[in-house]
């Protein structure tokens, strides 16, 4: 089945630092790739939408300037947490498809902890 | 708008049944169900297109109500495996881009 795979699996760092994040379709070409962010015990909140060579469609509510999301290639997609503060602590997970009509299928996630 | 999931968690014996549904005020392209389990990923089970489709592979169907906006996940004679928290995904706009649900938390006893 289609993999994606994302890394790191859990970062712990100290405020102010900036962290990134891969997301990677390991065995298919991702046209559009999602990151999410979920709190615990909470549903998946959608952040922005990537598609490749193009620039990200955020949310509402969703800072542009402090989840900066590149999406270089069909297979690589990244989001960088700027200047990281313990309330950006929380699970991120990317997803990844080829096609509006099949699935998304997500990564592992990455557990943030800001201290 | 976010769809809404029902029940919001249910607990069931092994081999008991349930059904999970969900419901969404806007029209539907499709719906996805997924499977959580805890400090994990979510994983895909299945998708549903519009045309009144109906699902299923091994003990877990799924139809998907187009005029209703409504979709149902059915889980038959559950097994322990089936706990975690599962979500459904509705598409509904131009962006082609998944609201999730709540999510509905199934326990499953032995």
């Known amino acids: 089945g289609a993999v994606v795979s994302q890394h790191p699996s859990w970062v712990i760092c100290k405020s102010g630092t900036s962290v990134k994040i891969e997301c990677r379709s390991l065995d298919f070409q991702a046209t559009t790739m999602f990151w999410y962010r979920q709190f615990p015990k909470q549903s998946l909140m959608l952040m922005a939408t990537s598609n490749e060579g193009s620039k990200a469609t955020y949310e509402q509510g969703v800072e542009k300037d402090k989840f900066l999301i590149n999406h270089a290639s069909l297979t690589l997609s990244t989001l960088t947490v700027t200047s990281a503060h313990p309330e950006d602590s929380s699970f991120y997970i990317c997803?990844?498809?080829?096609?509006?009509?099949?699935?998304?299928?997500f990564g592992d996630g990455t557990r943030l902890s800001i201290l | 708008q976010q769809p809404v999931q029902s029940p919001q968690a249910v607990i069931l014996r092994e081999g008991e049944d349930a059904v999970i549904n969900c419901s969404s005020s806007?029209?539907?392209?499709?719906v996805h169900w997924y499977r959580q389990k805890h400090g994990e990923a979510p994983v895909f089970l299945m998708i549903l297109l519009k045309g009144g489709e109906q699902k299923g592979h091994d003990k877990i169907s799924a139809s998907f109500n187009e005029k209703k906006q409504q979709s149902s996940l059915y889980l038959t004679a559950s097994q322990l495996s089936y706990s975690g928290t599962y979500f459904c995904?509705?598409?509904?706009?131009?962006?082609?881009?998944?609201?999730f649900g709540s999510g509905t938390q199934l326990t499953v006893l032995p």
């Open positions: 997803s990844a498809r080829w096609d509006s009509n099949q699935p998304q299928h």
């Open positions: 995904g509705t598409d509904s706009g131009s962006a082609r881009q998944l609201t």
């Open positions: 806007k029209a539907l392209y499709s």
